[in-house]
Each structure stands twice: as C-alpha cells, then as structure tokens.
C-alpha cells in the first residue's frame, strides 16, 4: 500500500520553505534534502533507489554549500547533479510503497530552489561588477586642485609665418634706408598678394620696436627710420 507524509510532516515542511528565509537559497536546499530523506524514509530499508536517492541529495546539498563558499562559479555543476537526481526522482514515480505525490512535490521544490539560486548569483555578480566599476571612479566629491593664475603661453606663429614676417621687415629697413619718408599707400605697392591688415601689422611691430617711426594717420601715414634702426 503506497504511503503519504502527513499534511503536518511532508506537508507542513514544504510550506516551511515558504514561510522561513524566503531569499536564503543555501537553506531551501537543506529543508528540501531533510523533505527528501523524509520521503525515502517510507520506502523499504532494502530499496536500491532509497540510498540512491540519498547519495545524489547529498551531493547536491554539498555542491549548494560550496558554491555558497565562493569555491565553484556558475551554475552548471550544481544543475547538472540536480538533473541527475530528479532523473532517479521520476523512476522512484513507480514506487508503489509511496504516493507519487510526494516525489512530485520534490521535484518541483529543486526545480524551485535551483531558480532562486540562479536568482542569487545574478544578483551577486550585479554586485561585484557595481564594486569594480566603482574602484575605477573618482569619488564624486572629488575636484582636482586647479593651480591659481597658471602661466599662459604666448602664442606662437608656425615657423614659416615667422620667416615671412622677417623677410618683409628686412624690406620694409631697406626701403626707407633708400628713401626717408614712405607712405602707407607705397608698402602696399611693394607687398603686393599681403593683405593691407598684414603689412600694417608688421610696421606696427617695428614702430613698437622703436625701429621705425610713425607720422599721421590712416591712408596719410608716413613712415621714417627709428632709433634702434
């Protein structure tokens, strides 16, 4: 005559997995073994699948605590000895000394338990790549000192500006070395293809030089060696 747990025993243990540690999967797995050996316990002390059933329990329960332990990764191992045990849990199905209820009840409680573990570790990996990607942030309070009034540059012309630039201030000295006073009006003759903005740059730089002087204004300026020429 098949046997059935009482609502009180096999019963009232499954539901404990409910109302205790919800989350704490390392502790489903101890209450659904200690179910399981409730369960095997009806069978004859002689029935092959009632050590069978035990042996793959076990095993499942110490690969449960090892992966706790950080010694395994990834759930692979930990299905895989739970897949072979839910294999021996469909034959003992047969069994005609206990309900086939209990053993379905069995089942899905590790089917159970395995989605809540599988839960676990995505959430444990969310958390250690949260702490790396922390590790390689400033905090966020965190400003760099910016040094007060830091020196500025000057502003430098690429080397082939500079060499024109000096090339027309040598032919701007020899033009008033030939004559005395030169209008504006005449360096822009002499420098055609150079802007008029360019040219007035240059006598501008060498009246602040002191090497040449300035008479008038705009289109009326004249231009005559300096001091320094």
């Not at 086939?100 to 809540?116: D, H, K, T």
């Not at 430098?156 to 033009?175: D, F, T, V």
């Amino acid at each position: 005559m098949a046997t059935a747990l009482t609502t009180g025993s096999f019963s009232g243990m499954v539901q404990g997995m409910y109302e205790s540690n919800i989350g704490d999967w390392t502790v489903r797995f101890l209450r659904v073994t200690a179910a399981l050996y409730r369960v095997t316990g009806l069978l004859p002390a002689g029935e092959p699948l009632r050590t069978t059933l035990r042996k793959h329990a076990n095993d499942v329960l110490a690969g449960c605590i090892a992966e706790s332990h950080g010694v395994t990764h990834g759930s692979a191992g930990l299905e895989s000895k739970i897949e072979t045990l839910l294999g021996f849990i469909t034959v003992a199905h047969t069994l005609p000394e206990v309900k086939q209820e209990n053993f379905f009840v069995l089942e899905r409680e590790y089917r159970a338990s395995v989605a809540e573990w599988a839960r676990e570790l995505k959430t444990r990996a969310g958390r250690e790549q949260q702490a790396v990607h922390a590790t390689h942030q400033a905090p966020a309070n965190h400003v760099p000192a910016l040094a007060e009034n830091p020196p500025q540059e000057p502003a430098r012309e690429p080397a082939s500006k500079g060499k024109a630039a000096n090339e027309r201030h040598r032919a701007i000295l020899e033009r008033l070395a030939q004559t005395p006073r030169v209008k504006v009006s005449d360096f822009y003759e002499i420098f055609q293809g150079i802007s008029p903005k360019t040219i007035q740059r240059d006598l501008q730089e060498l009246v602040s030089k002191n090497v040449i002087k300035k008479e008038g204004e705009k289109r009326w300026t004249i231009y005559m060696r300096g001091g320094n020429a």
